[in-house]
């Protein structure tokens, strides 16, 4: 079965204080690995979508990175807002049971905080 | 452009009742997801529709939940005869491609209490 483990689940920074929060996952064939970025009240922001151990991304203050057993969402200086809800999923290269490839496993995500 | 949207936004019902959510996907996407998130509880997948083909049913929890398309666009959710265990916030995503190749794009979710 496939899983996803977040870590921390809540992080507290001070404004400009860099961090990196952790997804390690077990999956049985990845095809990609998914950061979500999710505000109160709202649905999942796609952020970025990482293939082979070794890929790297980048948005603004946000870095991700993969590695065959986790990934590391990096936040560099990071700004009041930032803060969210940050979540992780994998997508298998073939589903358990034969379920489809395109069903997406979440991790319960980390609560980011930034304190002005 | 318009994203996904999805109505009612909150929705209380009382035990037992039938209650139907609705998602309005982005135009051209071709794929349609449910997702259900529970308090403290990461996503999870409930059904999946890609154009014509027979959707996978595969997440729903129990045969209380049913799911539709239309015409390849909007989707149904409906719950019946609901329990306690059923509030949550279900989420509706869709993808301009099928079969995960494409991000999914989240619509705000309907925030559903059984009282």
């Known amino acids: 079965e496939d899983q996803v483990t977040q870590s921390p689940e809540a992080l507290r920074l001070q404004e400009g204080e860099s961090s990196s929060l952790n997804c390690s996952y077990t999956?049985?064939?990845?095809?990609?690995l998914f950061w979500y970025r999710q505000d109160p009240g709202k649905g999942p922001e796609f952020l970025f979508t990482?293939?082979?151990a070794g890929e790297e991304k980048e948005k603004e203050r946000l870095k991700a990175t993969l590695t065959k057993k986790e990934s590391f969402l990096h936040i560099t200086a990071p700004k009041p807002e930032d803060s969210a809800t940050y979540l992780c999923?994998?997508?298998?290269?073939?589903?358990?049971?034969?379920?489809?490839?395109?069903?997406?496993?979440f991790g319960k995500g980390t609560k980011l905080s930034v304190i002005p | 452009g318009a994203g996904v949207s999805q109505s009612p936004s909150n929705k209380v019902t009382e035990k037992g009742k039938d209650v139907e959510l609705r998602c309005d996907p982005i135009?051209?996407?071709?794929?349609l997801y449910w997702y259900r998130q529970s308090l403290g509880q990461g996503l999870e997948f409930l059904i999946y529709?890609?154009?014509?083909?027979?959707?996978?049913k595969s997440g729903l929890p129990s045969d209380r939940f049913s799911a539709e398309r239309t015409g390849g666009s909007v989707s149904t959710l409906t719950i019946q005869r609901t329990q306690q265990e059923d509030s949550a916030v279900y989420l509706c995503?869709?993808?301009?491609?099928?079969?995960?190749?494409?991000?999914?794009?989240f619509g705000n979710g309907t925030r559903l209490t059984v009282t």
């Open positions: 995503a869709s993808s301009l491609l099928g079969g995960g190749s494409s991000p999914l794009h």
């Open positions: 135009s051209g996407h071709t794929a």
């Open positions: 529709f890609q154009g014509n083909s027979a959707p996978d």
């Open positions: 999923a994998v997508q298998a290269a073939r589903g358990h049971s034969g379920a489809g490839s395109y069903q997406l496993t």
């Open positions: 999956v049985s064939g990845l095809r990609g």
């Open positions: 990482l293939y082979s």
